[in-house]
């Protein structure tokens, strides 16, 4: 969540940078305020009345000595015990709703980004060049049927649209794209970590995925009195909880994770015609990475995470871009995103196969994951993640990109000593 110190000290900077999200927070920040200030005029008012009641409360045992009726005494008491357990029941209002409107706020976009939504995503670079055919090429759907790597049909049989499943060597070629994201995050010295597909809704809170997207997860029926849980909808919201109310120290940081999970996603389920097979699903493979880190080093481990992301796209001999994202355009939660988009020739466009977020201190604050500088002060943590990589888009881009005229897929050599063939053909 936003500092509630900087909404109080700087309500106007606040308002307008949300507004480049689209976001008319101006009402919001009002209530936070006005709400503040009433917290701490009822916490105020709690102190004093403790006071009274100590006051008073010493006056029994002098009362008694002397042989005074201490009956008066004893009503003041129950007056002022009465009156304090309706402040404290109006505090724990006022603090319940301040907590509301803060939870609801997005995250700030940094002060470079343009605001608006996809029109105002600026192209930084690219890389390599599309693919040319000297044939009439097939796409993805076609080519994964054809060759028996991926049986739609089944999927949908099994679970509905949105769903497929991965057949003999298109498993063999999924599990081989994996392995080698895999060992790409070793070899760069993050820490692999298996995390439960099921979580706790502590975990969406501090992801900021809850409680105004908590409708968009898949959510577990439980009895009364368990746990309620929803599917991971991405590793990260794991991954940024795994120090969830943990004070650090700066030779902890940063800490670099990376994760394997299946994804599960209520949103997808597009039916356009240039979105068919797995462009979208309801359930795909994804390696995500996250770090965190101190504040002064946010930038510079944002920089990394795009590397790492663009370094695996390259691997596999992508023709991509790198795109900034304006404001409105960013998630939520997140501070700054790059996105990483692939060209499927069938597509006729770019999509998108990884996004790098900066959240700064947002999930941190409402995790309260700290840092204990070696001056004593203790301070929020920035947190970070970015798609490393997700598989759901890749995998037709590598089959379409990689064609060959007889029907047969050439498979990019990093992932050639996964799958033991250097030519997928019927």
Not at 46 to 59: D, G, R
Not at 301 to 327: I, M, P, Q, W
Request: overall charge neutral.
């Amino acid at each position: 969540m936003i500092d509630l110190k900087l909404i109080k000290e700087n309500p106007e900077e606040v308002i307008a940078r949300l507004a480049k999200k689209g976001k008319d927070a101006k009402e919001d920040v009002e209530a936070i305020i006005r709400l503040d200030a009433e917290r701490r005029a009822l916490i105020a008012e709690t102190e004093t009345i403790k006071s009274e009641q100590n006051k008073t409360n010493k006056l029994i045992p002098q009362y008694k000595k002397e042989g005074k009726d201490t009956a008066p005494i004893f009503a003041e008491m129950k007056a002022l015990g009465a009156k304090s357990k309706a402040i404290d029941e109006k505090l724990r209002e006022v603090e319940t709703q301040l907590q509301g409107f803060m939870l609801g706020l997005p995250n700030m976009p940094d002060p470079d980004l343009l605001g608006g939504g996809k029109e105002n995503n600026v192209p930084l670079r690219y890389f390599g060049e599309p693919r040319k055919f000297d044939f009439e090429p097939k796409n993805h759907v076609d080519l994964c049927t054809d060759l028996g790597l991926i049986d739609y049909k089944r999927g949908v049989k099994l679970s509905g649209n949105g769903f497929w499943i991965y057949s003999g060597i298109g498993a063999r070629l999924e599990w081989a794209i994996l392995n080698y994201f895999i060992d790409f995050h070793i070899g760069n010295g993050y820490q692999f970590m298996l995390v439960p597909h099921m979580l706790g809704y502590e975990c969406g809170l501090t992801a900021g995925q809850f409680p105004k997207f908590q409708d968009e997860v898949y959510w577990l029926e439980t009895a009364e009195d368990e746990r309620r849980r929803f599917m991971l909808p991405t590793a990260e919201t794991a991954l940024v909880s795994l120090h969830r109310d943990e004070i650090l120290t700066e030779a902890d940081l940063p800490k670099k994770y990376f994760s394997y999970t299946p994804c599960f996603r209520r949103e997808a389920g597009s039916y356009r015609a240039d979105e068919r097979g797995m462009v979208r699903g309801h359930q795909f493979n994804k390696v995500e990475m996250v770090q965190y880190t101190l504040p002064e080093k946010s930038d510079e481990a944002f920089e990394e995470l795009v590397g790492n992301a663009e370094n695996l796209v390259k691997g596999l001999g992508f023709h991509f871009r790198t795109v900034k994202l304006a404001a409105g355009d960013c998630a939520s939660t997140m501070a700054r995103t790059y996105d990483i988009e692939i060209n499927i020739p069938s597509m006729n466009g770019y999509k998108e196969v990884s996004s790098v977020s900066n959240g700064r201190d947002y999930q941190a604050r409402r995790g309260m994951v700290r840092v204990k500088r070696e001056n004593g002060k203790t301070e929020f943590v920035h947190t970070l993640n970015g798609s490393g990589l997700a598989t759901s888009r890749i995998f037709p881009a590598l089959v379409e990109q990689n064609q060959n005229a007889d029907g047969s897929v050439t498979v990019p050599e990093v992932l050639r000593k996964y799958l033991g063939v250097d030519v997928i053909k019927k």
